[in-house]
């Protein structure tokens, strides 16, 4: 599976902006998809997930209230509202060979989308 994520750019503070993660190769219909953000000098960490069929998200505190994640047929969307500069990062996603988000990281990674907030 290769995943491409997609949509990154420059926001203003509380803006939106929306991220996108499509598969090629084969789909990712029944796999967990996540989200992760690197800033420089920091590492790789979670932003959030969503189950193969969308029933369950996950997300992780700094993000939560303000991100959504979604996905329909073979694509899943980073909803971002009033995105901060702290969440100035690359953004990753990342597919796992489960159903549902597990404690291993995704088998399947997209090349990374920059995502740049100016306050």
């Known amino acids: 599976v290769q995943l491409q994520a997609s949509g990154g750019g420059l926001v203003q503070a509380g803006g939106s902006l929306r991220l996108s993660c499509v598969a090629s190769?084969?789909?990712?219909?029944?796999?967990?998809v996540g989200w992760f953000r690197q800033a420089p000098g920091k590492e790789r960490e979670f932003v959030g997930s969503?189950?193969?069929?969308?029933?369950i998200t996950t997300y992780a505190d700094s993000v939560k209230g303000r991100f959504t994640i979604s996905r329909d047929k073979n694509t899943v969307y980073l909803q971002m509202n009033s995105p901060k500069p702290e969440d100035t990062a690359v953004y990753y996603c990342?597919?796992?060979?489960?159903?549902?988000?597990?404690?291993?990281?995704?088998?399947?990674w997209g090349q990374g989308t920059q995502v740049t907030v100016s306050s």
């Open positions: 990342g597919s796992w060979m489960s159903s549902y988000r597990s404690t291993n990281s995704p088998r399947y």
């Open positions: 190769g084969r789909t990712f219909s029944n796999n967990a």
């Open positions: 969503i189950s193969w069929n969308g029933g």
